[in-house]
């Protein structure tokens, strides 16, 4: 068959809740996809289904054409599932645009990673009280003790839900979920959605009365675009969606990614030693482990996906796990990586009814995680006590996670510090100076002159360019100094263009939007240190050399470039480092000789390399055929998203946004990037991975020519303008009008 048009025109056998499926949903896909990638399914009442990113991401999107409105084809009840189960209507999901759109903007404003990052002390005071209750014991449920009880917590708390209302709702939720069907526990599920119905009507009665700070006050207080309020059933419809994702779907993510933990223990002790890598590797747990595996739409008119004819009235899967393991877009999909880039990932969905959640689910999420690896660090899953959700078909997850682990103390109030910049933060370049020939030093620091968050040796920070690409650069300068991160940067004139761009733009006054610090090569404890650099690799080694003499512990530094005036920070790091730093230009000295270098090493000597890939390729050769593998710590040099759309940042110009709603008129600079500028003026404004693949900021253009740089537009939705990626996208001309 071709992989582009054949399809198998008679039903297949395929059922997303069968034994099967439910044994291994990703092999269960990956065969279908291989065979017929898009069919029709006998089962349920018949629907069609998809097995590959394009085709779901195509459906997903297009709401004209596949609906996500509750209908009469293939029965009664929730229409976002196969099969159609009982349900209240769910704002704005079961709705498609216009009608979901004044519900998006009535919950948009909860949610944006500002809100979520305000929300981030309260998520971790609930954490930690958490696992006091039950550190001390040495076992637990995971899932009955932490997964539920958090996520329950946090929303129900940032509702305005009182404390005595937490355990009641969070049950039922997961009981709706984890039990089989039509059992005594999914009646008793049922009863508790009654409950959680009337209590929500309480609550917005009562705010409408006496307002508090908290999210139902908020909605309650919220209008539409005439001026009404909106009704009550409106709001319970919205208040029961933002419960129901809230609760269970982080309980199922949390779940799957510390069973798969327990079974891949390498892993867990690499995010032991790297805590910041979780920032990373929580992208590549929701495309591993997606809570909702998949939702369905209802066809409005005939159409042809992959191939196989769809009719209007026809139902039709959209799995969000096949798609996100789908090789064409996630090479070995099979393997978690901690390190892979998988924003991609469709776990949220993506287009219109792209989980607005997101922002609040990964803060849960990072503070079990955290809580878990910090506290239980030892935790061991009894695996003859897991207990799996019945059916993995529409929701995956564990019912029961027993563990047992070290009894460890409860926690006590940590002193307070500067937070690390969760969300991107404008920072100003305070000083700029030649650190070599095609290196620069760059001084970054908070436009007001305040302190920046602390930060240690191997810590990396994140620069948004103007040109909306993203770079990590590690921190070089003195950590003492709170008012200053330096970065140095080396230009490349054949790379993917953020060298060119940062040194164009470098000079004192500018902002670049910056988050961090971060650290996924932080320096452990060790009796001495041998440190290799190479390159620009030097900028984490000049951080850590410092650090191990200010703790007085010895160590070595081997410093290579192409040549001396290249290698840049050398007269500092000689300040530092003294006798003990060795410099190899290599048209004078040649390579670094490994094996002597490492041959020769005193026991419990700590290699870090930071550096090009050939030379961390050779280093590594050289530890494993010494035995020294254990001891070795490397930071590559990233090569950053491969599906990146490079733009030249010269070529940007400033132009104009009118805001067709307001009637206000903004200039975006050629040195900002319009959501920068959109967000220093729109509350609520929806967004999420910034570069142009998520598809959560699409913004209807109403007057103007948009410049798309994104990877979710067709051809088709380019060429007609009619909306935009306003996280990378600019201007062809001097104004865009768009809908916010």
């Known amino acids: 068959m071709s992989a582009d048009t054949d399809f198998m025109p008679a039903d297949t056998d395929f059922d997303h809740h069968s034994d099967e499926a439910n044994a291994d949903p990703v092999a269960y896909y990956a065969r279908f996809r291989e065979s017929c990638p898009v069919g029709r399914s006998a089962a349920h009442g018949g629907f069609h289904y998809t097995t590959r990113y394009a085709d779901v991401a195509r459906i997903a999107r297009d709401d004209e054409t596949f609906s996500s409105a509750r209908s009469d084809h293939g029965g009664q009840g929730v229409g976002i599932v196969i099969p159609k189960g009982p349900g209240l209507e769910q704002y704005p999901i079961e709705l498609d645009p216009p009608r979901s759109t004044e519900y998006r903007k009535l919950i948009n404003p909860l949610l944006t990673p500002e809100a979520v990052e305000h929300l981030v002390p ?13 550190i001390e014991l040495g076992s637990c449920d995971l899932v009955r003790d932490l997964t539920n009880p958090l996520p329950a917590a946090v929303t129900l708390d ?36 009654a409950y959680m119905d009337q209590r929500i009507r309480e609550l917005i009665a009562e705010r409408r009365v006496e307002p508090r700070p908290d999210g ?55 995010l032991i030693d790297s805590p910041d890598l979780l920032d990373t590797a929580t992208e590549e747990f929701l495309r591993a482990f997606a809570p909702s595996q998949s939702m369905a739409r209802t066809v409005t008119q005939d159409v042809e996906v992959g191939g196989c004819p769809m009719h209007a009235g026809d139902r039709v899967l959209i799995p969000w796990v096949a798609a996100n393991h789908d090789p064409a877009v996630f090479p070995d999909p099979e393997q978690v990586r901690l390190d892979r880039d998988a924003g991609r990932h469709l776990s949220f969905g993506i287009g219109s009814h792209r989980c607005a959640g997101a922002h609040l689910a990964r803060a849960m999420f990072r503070a079990m995680m955290t809580q878990v690896l910090t506290r239980l660090p030892d935790y061991r899953v009894i695996e003859e006590g897991l207990v799996p959700y019945p059916t993995r078909g529409n929701q995956s997850g564990w019912d ?117 610090p971060r650290n996924h090569f932080p320096l452990r404890p060790a009796p001495s240190y041998l440190f290799l650099a190479g390159g620009i690799g030097v900028t984490p080694i000049l951080a850590m050399v410092r650090e191990a003499a200010g703790r007085g512990t010895p160590f070595t530094v081997v410093y290579g470039g ?85 733009f030249d940042a010269a070529d940007n110009r400033a132009f104009e946004v009118q805001l067709a709603r307001t009637g206000v008129t903004l200039t975006v600079p050629a040195d900002r990037r319009l959501i920068e500028v959109l967000r220093d003026n729109v509350s609520g404004l929806s967004y999420d991975c910034e570069k142009g693949y998520c598809g959560a900021c699409e913004t209807r253009v109403l007057a103007g020519t948009p410049e798309h740089r994104d990877s979710v537009l067709s051809d088709e939705e380019r060429l007609a303008g009619r ?18």
Do not use: N
């Not at 948004?464 to 140095?488: E, N, V």
């Not at 290698?567 to 060795?582: C, K, R, S, Y």
């Open 216 to 270: 139902v006050s908020t909605l309650v207080a919220a209008r539409h675009d005439d001026g009404s309020e909106f009704g009550e059933d409106e709001l319970v419809s919205v208040i029961g969606l933002l419960i129901a994702g809230g609760v269970d779907t982080t309980t199922s993510l949390t779940g799957s990614t510390l069973v798969h933990l327990a079974r891949h223990p390498e892993q867990r002790q690499r």
């Open 122 to 134: 309260m998520i971790e005071r609930h954490a930690a009280r958490i696992v006091d209750e039950f």
């Open 723 to 740: 909306t935009m990626m306003i996280c990378v996208g600019r201007c062809q001309g001097d104004r865009l009008v768009l809908d916010l």
């Open 400 to 516: 029961a996670v027993p563990a047992v682990f070290t009894p460890g103390p409860r926690a006590t109030a940590a002193a307070g510090s500067v937070r690390a910049l969760a969300t991107p933060t404008p920072l100003r370049v305070t000083a700029v100076r030649a650190a070599a020939d095609g290196v620069v030093a760059v001084d970054l620091g908070l436009p007001d002159g305040g302190e920046l968050p602390a930060w240690q040796p191997g810590a990396h920070v994140e620069l948004r360019l103007p040109s909306g690409r993203l770079r990590q650069y590690s921190l070089c300068g003195d950590p003492a100094d709170a008012t200053t991160w330096r970065i140095g940067v080396l230009h490349e004139p054949k790379g993917r263009g953020g060298s060119v761009e940062l040194h164009e733009l470098a000079r004192p006054g500018v902002t670049f939007a910056v988050r961090g």
């Open 562 to 646: 192409r040549t001396r005036s290249t290698m840049a920070f050398a007269d500092e790091l000689a300040t530092v480092a003294g006798d003990a730093l060795t410099l190899l230009p290599q048209d004078e000295a040649g390579l670094p000789d490994l094996p002597r270098l490492l041959g020769g090493l005193d026991a419990g000597t700590a290699v870090y390399a930071c550096g090009p890939g050939p030379m961390l390729a050779a280093v590594e050769r050289e530890c494993s055929s010494l035995g020294l593998t254990d001891r070795l710590h490397l930071e590559r040099f990233a090569a950053g998203d491969d599906l990146e759309t490079a």
């Open 158 to 193: 940032w509702l305005g839900f009182p404390e005595e209302d937490w355990a009641k709702l969070a049950g039922p939720i997961h009981d709706i979920f984890a039990a089989p069907a039509g059992s005594e526990r999914a009646a008793r599920g049922a009863a508790g959605l």
